[in-house]
């Protein structure tokens, strides 16, 4: 089911792109011709976003669609591989055609980037790779799922669903320790508390604090190594700030928990698939 922020999503992308009709598209088929709609890969890629199609094809064709996915979300799809097949009124297939394709190539992309991070971390048990909320406004859930597509892991969703004191709160604060108590008395003892720093006075301030998870924000890979040996386990270590690509691999030997990465999402490219589409006579 459909939640109500992927929705909105959906008509809003619909709105921007259809207006008041497809004008190309009124001129050249009738209401009652009908067609089928294939999606084909033109790269290798890891396929997220399924459902979106689906969604954009059920909200199009008020009285007849048919969806068929031809592989699963997670999939690593091959060059030429078909992706899925609808049936529906030709208008509709013409209409949706460029707003599929966006959620889906967009969506695939970011869990194509996934991948190839998860990729390096082989049979590892730790770290984990999780994503940021880095993302694009109104896509965070449909960006989220496709990470976990991806075979990477979710952050927090937002900041309703998971304490992260950063620098403006610490300075607000003034300091890591008055930071860490000001949240401790407001929140149930259920909660955990991450605290990000930036030094190793701050990091030897978390751990006084009995911080939950510390977050070391663009450290170097030499000074990760050596905060790894000052907390000794006593909290969960999750490294942020740029990472790349080129990093995961001397990061995760290291010995950190977590690894975040705001570029599965912000900078993911989009990956190359088309849509072919024929007259059901």
């Known amino acids: 089911m ?91 297939l013409l209409e949706g ?26 049979d590892r048990s730790k770290p984990i790779i999780v994503d940021t909320r880095k993302t694009t406004p109104g896509w965070r859930i449909l960006e989220k799922k496709a990470v976990l597509a991806g075979g990477a892991k979710n952050h927090r969703m937002g900041l309703f669903d998971g304490i992260l004191i950063k620098d403006n709160h610490i300075n607000i604060c003034g300091g890591v320790i008055p930071a860490i108590e000001r949240v401790r008395k407001q929140i149930s003892h259920l909660s955990k508390i991450e605290i990000e720093v930036e030094t190793f006075k701050q990091l030897e301030e978390a751990l006084s604090a009995r911080a939950d998870i510390i977050m070391l924000d663009n450290m170097s890979i030499e000074d990760t190594y050596q905060a790894v040996k000052i907390v000794n386990g006593q909290a969960l270590l999750e490294v942020s700030g740029g990472v790349t690509i080129d990093q995961v691999e ?32």
């Open 2 to 92: 459909r939640s109500i922020v992927t929705q909105s999503l959906l008509q809003l992308s619909l709105i921007e792109d259809i207006g008041n009709g497809d004008i190309t598209t009124n001129a050249i088929v009738q209401p009652d011709d009908f067609g089928i709609a294939k999606i084909f890969a033109k790269q290798e890629l890891v396929i997220a976003g399924l459902d979106m199609v689906s969604s954009v094809y059920s909200y199009l064709a008020h009285e007849y669609c048919q969806f068929e996915a031809k592989c699963r979300e997670g999939d690593v799809i091959s060059p030429n591989q078909p992706v899925c097949e609808i049936k529906s009124t030709l208008s509709s």
């Open 250 to 281: 001397k990061l995760a030997d290291s010995g950190v928990d977590i690894i975040s990465i705001g570029g599965l999402t912000h900078s993911a490219k989009a990956v190359d698939l088309s849509m072919d589409i024929q007259k059901l006579e």
């Open 97 to 122: 055609e460029r707003i599929a394709l966006n959620f889906l190539q967009r969506l695939s992309g970011i869990a194509t980037t996934t991948r190839a991070y998860v990729k390096i971390l082989g």
